[in-house]
Each structure stands twice: as structure tokens, then as C-alpha cells.
């Protein structure tokens, strides 16, 4: 066995290759976090709801400080559990963070990475310092000083243990001097809204009142959604979920649109034994298009109430035009079964059995979702607009009538081609609107609201024969000027040629009127039938 | 003056005699006219001094509304369409609102002042115009007849009938002669006679309608062999060498007539022939020099078969008004078949002595017009259905039954369900009827079979399911017929009258709340087919058997 060594290139994927967005460190300090304060909580040291879980990011300093009040390490064991790589002795099932290995994601973005923690009852502190540019310079390949793992993390890290009050109880992480490369690390609002975004924070209560129907809803089906108090750099309030009642719709500033959660359906799926897999919430709005606020947009997976992968990640369950879909939603789904696994990026699940239940009910959940509201709405709204437009263009034509402007053969030909395509669109939009109008899902509002429309339409399709007629009727010179065996499309020619002549002949019109004299009487014979 | 004759694209089996009418006036004033079928693109991109358009039954509304509004562009003003016929007389209001045309002609066009001419012609009386049908691709089943009416109107007043309103006047127009003389001149003569009184037996010129009809070749026994038409097409030709059509007719009467010639050899030497004569510069020039030598061919190959020549009453005969009198002068005529009206089961006995009469005049070949679905019971239909098959036994003749759905004149669709009827029962009539194209003839096998035994066994056929009905051998080999039966016999009163309500599709019934009855699920899963199927072919085809049999 001796004789098996490990290369140092296998701390490069496990440290700096690990992780694609240097963000994520934040998710893996606080998952060490609330591990931790949950340890404090059930041990008894802290009172539940008083775990607390400070940020500072100092741009100045390029330093950022990830700190709890949890139960911290004991100094007995702080050498080994804080370097033993891929071992943790978290229970995977309890903790979030259990693969022992994320604590070195800081390694590789800042030139010194610190621990410092002090266990509840022990006057100790223990301190390991990461040389950082020590530990890249190692990493190095034409660094042939040192070969093995091992031998690349004692020269890099230093261990100390010195005083502390027996009181005191935390977990700090320190990152000194953040490499440029990773500037967005110390984005105050960049790390406000990473937070927000994937941490295991709370509901804003004042700005999204629904959290007073979600957070009961879970805790009386005996899954409360665990949240800690994390802070920001010198901010008074805490983080929380940037969820609002009212959010925009529409992708361009110009069709964006108000809409606001009226209520919050809930949804719930269950393996073949019975046992709870995941319960989600989401918001019905009028569904007027997908979300333009990205803290909101889209089904979110949280297990422990931690973010899996992105905004996007819940689209494929959609079974088609997943990210469209899922972006008409807002929500979540929390995960709970154990054997629900985020993989080691943390930005999806691994692939086993639990997994493939899941995705077979959230697909099914996913589609009602889809049918239920989206397509509806999508349909009902781009009806109820297309209607609207088609009503507005008949009462243009009608003033263009009533204004006596339509002199010219290729005017009238134009507008009677209008006309016929409004009357066309509206009659379709007419029959599928009622369809719509039948569903029973529809909400009364809405369903009044077509009707009324149904009705305008109804009228404006009598009217249109009229309009019509008049159209027709519309006394114009080509029609006194040319011979009925002329067809409408050289009716219009003709009608054109003349205009050109006079816009030729603009400073002498006499010759125009030659002119057209002219080619009238040569018309006057009669075309072959 | 340039004029398009429309008809909507209904499928009709006579052509637009109103508009044939209106051609005739308008060419015989010198005017282009142009006929057509539905709405034709080309045709309407050009301007018309005048459109006509005819109307048909109430429930082609909504295609003919659409096909006025498709060639309301096609004029300089809407002033300018002329809307007329059936359904134009009927619901003129409607019309005018639904396409904005104020020009809606009701019942008979007397005088063509109606349509804004002064010279006062009484269109109606003009004859048809045949050479306009050729404009179109349409071919009228029976387009190739003599069409006439010696009366208009009827005295009678049937509730269900739109006659006393298109033509309120009761009133001999006997114009066969004039007619039927201007056809031969200027069509070539047609082999049979339809003639479209509403009821002849009422006209006090009986005597002299008949004799007209003989006087022009239909008498007992009269044949016809198809004509030579070569001379009048060649003269219309040359009449009217501006319109291209004329030649063009002619043209195609040419080499159509290949079909006459058998034999291969002459057959391709003919058509060489008048290749070599169509394709020359001049085509025109080219007949009319070798005119004699063409009609050498055509009287040469010429069908010299005789054909029996038939008149047919078309809209039927009022049984009440029989006599033996009266037969003895009509069947002097070659009529073929002789329809009977039997509207209501009330006039069994007239009608019964009405087919007496006939068969004594020496009538073999009657045709019968059974109205079902107005104030009628569906077991009249049945009785009406079962007497004529006792009369085919009894008398040696044959009676060919069309029940005839009735469908109220002020209505736009096809929809009407009678008093005593239910959308189910009709349906099942028709699925029945199916099979032999909507005849019923005379054999007693096919009948019981079709329409059962007994009143019992009627209603149980009119509730099964549509494919059992059309498909019954096949349903029951399969014994799934069977099965149904045994189900359904299940069923309680109240129970069948919701399964027949729910699969005929009422619109009030849907799906009780509650569960459905074990007895009724039973049944209804025949007709949402939840059945084992196999191939559907092999069993049509015995019950086409049995018809053939017949």
C-alpha cells in the first residue's frame, strides 16, 4: 500500500478545477455554515433561529470573511477534519455540505486562505493558513521540488492553535488578497444577488406577502423550509429571496408588462412507498408572458433550501420549449429524499433511481403546469390582443372612408384586401376565443372580459358587409375613365401610370391632362373579351 | 354588356334553369355572358357590368352568402349583382343584410324590369340556355334533359312545403312547344322530359299539356337516337366567331365523337382527320370547307341505337287527386317512373288506391317520396316504408321509396330535429339508408332485414350503434351485435332515453355527476367502441350482397 501515491495534479481538480464559477465558494462556506449551526442548534449551544451567518467582502482589502456562530471544530480534531480531503465525517443524509472537499474551493482565487474556528467550551482556537501562491507555484508542472499531494499541502499550509475565550464558538473563513482575475468575488451587489439567489434564506415577508401562505403550508406537512439569518458586510437587514408579488412580463422594456401572484399553488410527489420526494409552490398570475425579473423567473430546485444548478435547471421537465416554459413560472420545488444527490458541481443531481422518479413526476407536473396555465394564457392574451388590433384597423378603415380618402383605384383595391383579411383574422380568433371562453379553468374575469370582446366583434362583423359595400360603391375617376372589360388589376396600373404622369408633368399639368386625354381615347376601344 | 351567371358550389343534380333563363335573354340581346360554379378567382379579378347569382336550398346559406360576397368586388357597383332563386325568395332579408346587396329578386323573374331593363321581357318564359353549362366543369347529373313547367304554383298549402311561397299564383305557363323547339334548333334534341309542376293533376289544361308533350316525340313507345349536332355547333360558330367559345365547343364535339368509332383503325383515322383540320391556321375556315366531308364521318358513325324516351313529373304526383280518368290521360305518356307523394301515413288509403290506379293504367315502374321528421311519428316512416313493400308483392310492380328528411324552409342548416324524432333515430336512417344510396326498393328480405320485423325491432335497430348498423353482418358474425342486444335490453326506459340523447349528441346532455348505472355502462362502451375489431371490409360486403340480391 505504501507504495501508492497520490500526484499533486489530483489537488488541482479537486481545489481550483472543481468549480466553473468562482461564485459558488460562497455556497460552499455557507453550507459549512448552517452545518454548523445546525450542530450548535441540536447540541443545545445556540437557541434555534439564533444561527448567524456574517459576510464581509472588503474591496479595498480584496479580503472576504465567511463567519458562524456554529458550533465550530474542536482542536482534537481540527487537524485532520480540516485536511483530510474527501472525508468528512458529516453525515451526507443531515448535511449540505458533505463531500469534505468544497472548504478548499477558495484555494487557487486568493493568495492566503485561512480557517479559523473555536469550539463551544474549549479556551482554543485552531488557525490553518493556506499559502496560496505557494500552493499554485507547487501545483506547477515544471515545479519538480514536490510530486505527491501530500507533500504539496504541508509545504503550502500552516496549523496553530492559540487562545480564545471558552465562550466563543464559530467558524471563520478568510480569503486575503483575491486575485484580479476574480474581481466579481468583492461585487457587493454581485454577491447580494448570488446570495438571494442560492442561499437557504428566508422569504422577504413585507415584499412578498405570499410567504405567509408558503412557509405555514410546508411546515404543517412537517418539512419547514430551513432558513438562516445571513448578513451582509455591514447591512442591518439580512439576505432574503428577492420574491415579489408584482414582477414585469416581456423580454423587450417597451412590451413590458405588470403582472402580480394573485395565489400560490402548491404540488407534492411521492415515491412508490409513500414517502414525501419533493413539495413545490408556484405563483398564478395572469400569465401574460415569461418573467423578466431573473431573481424571480422559473421553477427553482432547492434541497436544504440551497439552490441545484441555475434558474434553468427545472426547463427540462418541460417537454417542450422547455426554458421558454419554465421562465412563464415562479416557484419552487423542494427535494427531500436523501438519495436526491447533488453532484459534486452542485448544478445538478446525480443520476440514480430517485432521480429518475423525480423527473418522471416533475415532468408530469411540469406539462399540467404548461397546459393549465401557460398555453391558455398565452392563447387567451394573444387573442384577446389580436382581437383588439383587428377591431382597431376596421375603425381606421372606416375613418379613411368617412375622410374621404380613398380616391384612387389602388387605395380602394387596398383597403377592400384589408378589410378582408381583418374579417378573416377575426372570424378565426372569434371561434378560438370562444373555445377559450368555454374552458372551465378560465377565470371569471377573464372570461368576462372575452365575452365583451366576443360581442364588439359580433357587431364589427355586420358591420363589415356595410363597409364593404361602401368600399365598393366609392365613386372613383378610374371607374368613370375605363371600360368594365378592363380587369380590377389593370384598372390599377392605369391608375398608377396616371399618377406618374401628373408627378412627371407637376409644372405643367396641361400636358398631363393632354396626356391622359389621350390615352383615355386610345382605351376607349374596347378590350377582347 | 358583360355578364357572369354564378351558382355556389353546392353539389346539384339539375342545372340553374333560372340562370340558363337570364343567359338566353342576355345573349339574345348580344351581351357576353359567362357562367360559373362557385367562386372562380380568375373570373372574378375582372369587372362585370352585371353579376347573377342563384340561390338553392335554406341550408346551403352560408356558402352562398359567401360565395355573393366573393364577387361583390367584381363590379363598378354593388348595384350591379343580382341575387335570385330559392333560398333568395325565402330569406330575401337576410340576404341583404349578410352580404350588403340590395338587388334580391323574389319568385319568378316575369320581366326583366325587375332587373332594370325596359324592354319588359318575361324572362321565366324564355328558354334554357344549354351551351352556358360548358363554361364549367360541373357536370349536372341530369343536365342533359328537357326542363319544363306547364304549371307554376300549387293550390295546396302543406305546412312543410316553401312552394306556396316561392309561387303563390296558381297558374298554367305552358310554353312546352315554343320550348322545346328552340332547344331542338338550337341545342339538338334531348332523349327525356322533366317536367317540374308542382302538381300537375290541378291544372285544368291537362288534356292539352299532354298533347303538347306528344306532339313533341313523347308518345308510348317513342325512341330517340342520339343527333348529329355538327350543323348547329358549326352555325353557332360562325354566328358568333368573336367568342372563341363557340369554336371551341365545336371543337371538342369533333373529337369527342372518337368515342361512336370502334373500330381502331378508322377511329385513328378520323382523328387524323380532323387534326389535320383543327390544328390549320384557320380552323373555322377549315370545317366550314370540309363540312361536308365531317359530316360524312359523323352520320357514318353516328349511335343509331333507338332509346326508349321517358317524361318524368319530377316532384310527384298528388295521389289524392287520382282518377282513373285522369291516369288514363297522363299515361299516355311514356312516364317513367311515376313518384307518388306519401307525405303522411293519413292518406294510406288514397295512396293505396292511387298505385291501384297507376298499376291499371299500366304503370309498373312507381317512385315514392316519404316525408319523415315533421309532425310524423317514427313508426309512420315504417308503416309508410312496409305498405309499399306489400304493394310490390301484391301487384307485380316495383315502388322505389326515398324517404325524404324534412328540413323547416327558415332554417340555415341541417340541424332540425322533428317532435317525435330524436338526433339519434335520424341518424340510424340514414346510416341504414347507407348502403343503398338513400333508396329503399322493393324486396321484403331486404327491408325486414334493414328496417326489423316490427316496431320492436325498428327502434332496436335505430339505437345501435352507427358502425353495427352499417356493418350488420359483420357485427354479427362477430356476435358483438348480440352482445349489445343483451345489454341494452338491460336498460330501463329512462335509461335508454339518456343513452339515446347522449349518443346522438345533444347538446344538454353530458355525463351525470353521479356514476353511471352498471347497466348503462355496459352499453355505452359499444359506442365508444371499447371493443375488439377486426377487418371491417369483409362483412360490408355480404350485406352489399344482399342488396344485390334484391
Redesign the interface.
Known sequence: MADINFGKQVLESLTIGMYSDPMTIYREYIQNSTDGIDKAIKSGVIGAGEGVIHIIVDKHKRRIEVEDNGSGVSAEVAYNDLFDIGNSEKDYRENRGFRGIGRLGGLGLSSKLSFITSFAGESKKTIIEWDGDKFLDLLSIDNKKVETAIEVILAATQFRQEAEDADKHYFKVVLDGIYPQFNELLDENGVEYYLATVAPVDFDAQKFIHSKTINPEYKNAGKPIETYNVYLNNRKKPIYKQYRSAFKTGHQERSKKEDYIQQIEFFEGHKEDGTLLYKGWYGISNFYGSVSDKFMCGIRIRKGNILIGGENTFSRFFSSEGDVANKWFIGEVHVYDPHLLPNAKRDDFERNEAYEVLKKLLTIQADKMNREHRRVMSNYHSKIKSVTTNLKKLDDIKAQIANGKVSSEVKREKL?QDKKEIEKKLASDQKELTRIVERESLDETYRNRAKALLKQTETAE?EV??L??EL??MPTRT?EELD??????E?KLYDRIIESIYSFFIDDISVADKLKEKIISDLKVKK?? | MRILLVEPDYKNKYPPMGLMKISTYHKSKGDYVVFAKGKNKKLAEQIWDRIYITTLFTFYYSITVETIRFYKTSVLSTNNIYVGGILASLMPEDIKKDTGIDNVLIGQLTSSQMIGFDDNVDVDAMPLDYDMLEDVDYKYPAGDNYFAYTTRGCPNKCSFCAVPKLEPEFRTVNHIIKQLTYINVNFGEKRNLLLLDNNILKSPDLRKIVDDIKKMGFHKGATYTQPNNFFILLRKANENAEDERHLQRLINYLLDYKKFIVYPKSRAEYLLFIESIIESENPLEAINTKQDEINEWLEKYKDKRPKLRYVDFNQGIDARLMTPENMAILSELPLNPVRIAFDRLADKDKYIKAVNIAYKCGIKELSNYILYNEKDRPTELWDRLQINIELNEKLDVHIFSFPMKYMPINRKDREYVGKHWCKKYLSAVTAVLLVTKGIVAGGSSFFYKAFGNNYEEYFEILSMPREFIVYRFKYEELGLTQQWQEAFRQLTECEKKWLLDYVGGSVFVSMPEEKLSSGLENVLKFYTREYELEDRSLCADSWKQLVKKK
Open positions: 377592400i355586420k358587409v356595410k364593404e359595400t365598393i360603391n371607374k368594365s372589360s378592363y380587369s380590377r388589376a384598372r377582347k373579351s
